[in-house]
């Protein structure tokens, strides 16, 4: 009866039986991995029940659990991620707090005086947080597309950017929207060059 030869080159290694379970367990995880990720990257771009409608990107929208958090942001001269309601003439500015599955729209309102034109860039201007709330609706119920009563839906991402170079205590910010447009001084868009 002839002897079959071990299955590694130079016979049977200490810890073969470990080393085939790693392998395996290796080969396993990155398999179970990848399946995952084939399976939410179709579905995780959308979310169910969100105010701005079903086609949401989520890498362009924060949502903020509270005002302070915001308030915080703009106070230290930190970039601040926003979302826009309107169209070119007709637009709010604002972010989305989701407090206890409610989601809330707080509009960003941008001074016309003590602005700065920066030569090289955008317009900084100073803002200010609306006092009240606009509910856009409870995260397991019904959810309104518009803000509020106005006929406003959502258009567009934008970045508040602080302007640094002239940094006070009370930071002025600049807009630029997804495109690369920039709301100039007399908060017209314009294109950034």
């Known amino acids: 009866m002839k002897e079959l030869r071990p299955l590694v080159a130079k016979g049977i290694h200490v810890n073969w039986a470990t080393n085939l379970l790693l392998s395996h367990y290796r080969h396993l995880t990155i398999d179970m991995l990848i399946e995952v990720t084939k399976e939410t ?19 362009k929208f924060q949502r903020f659990s509270t005002i302070a958090e915001v308030n915080q942001r703009l106070k230290t001269g930190k970039p601040l991620p926003v979302l826009l309601f309107g169209g070119e003439a007709n637009w709010k500015i604002g972010i989305v707090v989701v407090f206890k599955k409610y989601w809330f ?55 508040l950017l602080p302007d640094l170079i002239f940094d006070t205590v009370n930071y002025r910010y600049g807009i630029v929207r997804t495109g690369w447009q920039y ?11």
């Open 105 to 159: 729209f707080r509009e960003i309102l941008f001074t016309m005086d003590d602005s700065i034109d920066d030569v090289y860039g955008i317009s900084f201007h100073r803002v200010i947080l609306e006092s009240e709330d606009i509910c856009l609706g409870y995260a397991d119920g019904p959810v309104n597309h518009h803000l509020g009563t106005t006929d406003l839906s959502f258009w567009d991402y934008g970045t």
């Open 41 to 59: 990257t179709q579905t995780s771009l959308l979310v169910s029940n969100c105010p701005l409608g079903d086609s949401v990107e989520l890498s």
């Open 183 to 193: 709301l100039d001084m007399n908060h017209v868009w314009n294109e950034l060059d």
